[in-house]
């Protein structure tokens, strides 16, 4: 059923309806569509905020953590009067001053592998530690959901869509990182360090990817280069030192402990 638009709906996302690529229809999707934000930091910031500007019309935003003054570098939807609040409660807020025709709720509490994941869309991981990054992995490939998830550290950050759980010989997270070798890595930002612009990049990279996979499951637009191409398969890597953006072919791993 495609939901029709108001007069606001026409007015706030005109710059999108224009375009032959999304249009009305494209627009009703996403309105009708539901995500889930792992992560409310560096990279959920600006992934929540792009998500409801592009108006994603359910957001659920999961963080336990609070707001600390060290976030402040780059987790651009908290101020100096949120410190010690929760991220995801201050993000919800942040983004339904945005954007109040949404549903966005936050969700205190830490994401493991019991979380309810069957009713999503897509599954947006933004978080910061692999542990996490692994949970999300197993849980998207189990409920056969696509996952779009990002990391952003120091200078450099990588993008990747897995369809694991949909498509057969589709990879997940786990072929490109096996569990074995990377289980001590330590991607948390205070221990290593990350500058904003690099996690605001990403994010955009990761909202772009977003709006293309809602499209592409409703097969919409197929005719349309944007919806034909898919990220997944690939894994982008960007570079701030040498400002260079490289995509690599990634297989899946026929001895992967998750999806072989």
């Known amino acids: 059923m495609t939901i029709m638009l108001n007069e606001n709906d026409l007015e706030r996302y005109a710059n999108q309806l224009i375009m032959p690529e999304i249009e009305e229809e494209g627009q009703s999707i996403l309105l009708k569509s539901k995500v889930l934000i792992i992560g409310a930091g560096g990279l959920g910031n600006p992934t929540a905020i792009f998500c409801s500007a592009a108006g994603i019309g359910c957001i659920d935003i999961c963080d336990y953590d609070n ?10 939807a908290f101020s100096i009067n949120n410190l010690g609040l929760s991220k995801s ?47 999300s992995n197993m849980l998207a490939h189990k409920n056969n959901k696509t996952l779009i998830s990002a990391s952003a550290t120091q200078l450099e950050g990588q993008l990747a ?4 759980g949909k498509l057969k010989n589709s990879p997940c997270y786990e072929c490109i990182f096996p569990k074995d070798q990377h289980q001590d890595t330590n991607l948390n930002c205070r221990e290593i360090g990350i500058i904003g612009p690099v996690t605001n990049l990403i994010s955009s990279l990761q909202v772009t990817e977003t709006i293309r996979e809602l499209f592409i499951q409703k097969s919409f ?4 280069s944007f919806t034909k191409n898919t990220l997944a398969g690939n894994l982008l890597l960007y570079d701030s030192i040498k400002q260079e953006i490289t995509k690599i072919k990634i297989k899946k791993n026929l001895n992967c402990n998750l999806c072989k």
């Open 67 to 76: 707001i600390e003054l060290s976030n402040l570098n780059r987790q651009i």
């Open 89 to 135: 409660t201050k993000l919800r807020d942040y983004c339904l001053n945005l954007n109040p025709n949404l549903k966005i709720k936050s969700i205190v509490d830490r994401f493991d592998n019991k979380f309810p994941v069957s009713n999503y869309d897509i599954i947006l991981d933004c978080s910061d530690n692999i542990e996490t990054k692994y949970i």
């Open 161 to 164: 869509v897995f369809k694991s």
């Open 221 to 224: 637009k197929k005719e349309k």
